[in-house]
């Protein structure tokens, strides 16, 4: 047990304070019994058991001793701790295989070239715990990994006795570190009890797709390609939510930052650009641009937000990459979280135009029939499964980070 709170005390420790303190300072955000020192002192195994029955999920963390050996930590929800030790027997590190791994799964749609390296992941990572995980598919499991861990689509590790992936059984969520669960509840819990007349003009949805494209900084110059897909799919998604979408010149960079603090569910379709000369953090959201205005939203800008939304749906390429640390990434997820965000949806990879839209209008669907994020996004996972089932690169892209409900 000490070896967890080992554990959880290496991840996070400066992010948990950050969140913490712009957690407070909300103006809006009356939060019942929330406490500074609670949130960010050291962990402790009662804290980490009272989380996991807060949370209703079963927890799984994992953690990369050395080249031979993981150690991975079950808590379910009432609150019982197993754990199990992995030996690496394979002559290639982990690290290694999981970076192959997330390659052929990103960059491949052929399944005898991806399959081999999701069955010997699973074979690591979760047939160890399989007699611990929940039975009913609607229980969400949160996976709390560590390192390269962090770029692997859970959703796509697959069973080689059985043959059914991951996500056919389990309802799944990622995050940073179990305390990190602790403040992204009580984000929700803001957002939940907001007192929307606090806020001039505040509205239900954003959504926006293909916007006028701003240029590509790369070299040469030149313009990003227009996304008709993602078009369709926010004009699909706005009719759902009963609002408008925002496309082409309409998705004005200058305006959506002036929509995103008083929206309840962000929902942004478009292109994602990692590497971006205009911010010291990785990631940036092409927008359209105006006078003086490149057009790209970027995690640093993104940090000064003071948002309200209860989700952020990132409907492009890599939005989920960054700098990858032992306690997380270091790109838009982080500082849509310090911005105030509990849940986010974001893609490891080149997520696919035209599959990227079936799988978000499905989502969507299913989250407004009632369902929570998790089922919402596996139930979406699912249906498109039915046709790609066999290429992972155009279901798994995309992952739910933070608050399941």
């Known amino acids: 047990m000490e070896a967890l709170e080992i554990s959880e005390r290496g991840r996070a420790r400066a992010l948990l304070e950050l969140l913490a303190k712009g957690l407070a300072a909300k103006p809006l955000g009356y939060i019942q019994e929330l406490r500074l020192d609670e949130a960010i002192k050291p962990p402790n195994i009662d804290t980490i058991k009272h989380i996991a029955e807060v949370q209703k999920s079963t927890i799984v963390e994992y953690s990369i001793i050395d080249a031979e050996n993981l150690y991975i930590w079950v808590i379910k929800p009432t609150g019982e701790i197993i754990f199990r030790q992995v030996y690496l027997e394979d002559e290639t590190s982990l690290e290694e295989i999981l970076l192959e791994t997330h390659e052929r799964i990103a960059n491949s749609s052929c399944p005898d070239v991806a399959q081999p390296f999701a069955q010997q992941i699973y074979q690591y990572l979760i047939q160890p715990i399989s007699d611990l995980l929940p039975t009913d598919p609607n229980e969400s ?11 692997i689509p859970f959703s796509a590790l697959q069973n080689k006795a059985t043959g059914k992936f991951l996500i056919e059984q389990h309802s799944i969520v990622t995050v940073p570190s179990i305390m990190m669960l ?12 907001l007192n929307l007349g606090v806020i001039e003009d505040f509205i239900d949805a954003l959504v926006v797709g293909n916007p006028t494209m701003p240029i590509d900084p790369s070299q040469p110059p030149k313009p990003l390609k227009p996304l008709p897909h993602a078009e369709e799919e926010a004009k699909e998604i706005a009719s759902l939510l009963n609002t408008e979408a925002l496309i082409g010149n309409n998705a004005l960079k200058l305006n959506i930052l002036q929509q995103m603090p008083k929206a309840r569910l962000i929902h942004l ?3 994602g ?18 006078d003086n205005d490149s057009g790209f939203l970027t995690s640093s800008e993104i940090l000064d937000l003071d948002l309200n939304a209860e ?7 890599d939005t989920g990459r960054g700098i990858i640390t032992s306690d997380g990434v270091i790109g ?6 310090l911005a105030g965000v509990p849940s986010i949806i974001l893609s490891l990879w080149e997520a696919q135009d035209s599959s990227t839209k079936l799988l978000m209008i499905e989502f969507h669907q299913h989250l407004h029939s009632g369902m929570n994020k998790a089922q919402a996004l596996r139930q979406a996972m699912l249906a498109l499964m039915r046709e790609y089932r066999n290429c ?3 279901w798994a892209a995309f992952i739910l980070i933070g608050e399941a409900e």
């Open 141 to 151: 499991v949160i996976f709390v990994p560590q390192h390269r861990l962090f770029l």
């Open 182 to 193: 602790n403040l992204t509840h009580q984000q929700k819990e803001r957002v939940k009890n």
């Open 269 to 271: 379709a478009t292109h």
């Open 273 to 290: 650009i990692l590497d971006i000369t205009e911010s010291s953090i990785p990631g940036a959201i092409a927008l359209a641009p105006s």
């Open 311 to 317: 989700l952020v749906v990132l409907s492009a390429c």
């Open 332 to 337: 838009l997820s982080r500082c849509l979280f």
């Open 392 to 394: 992972p690169n155009s």
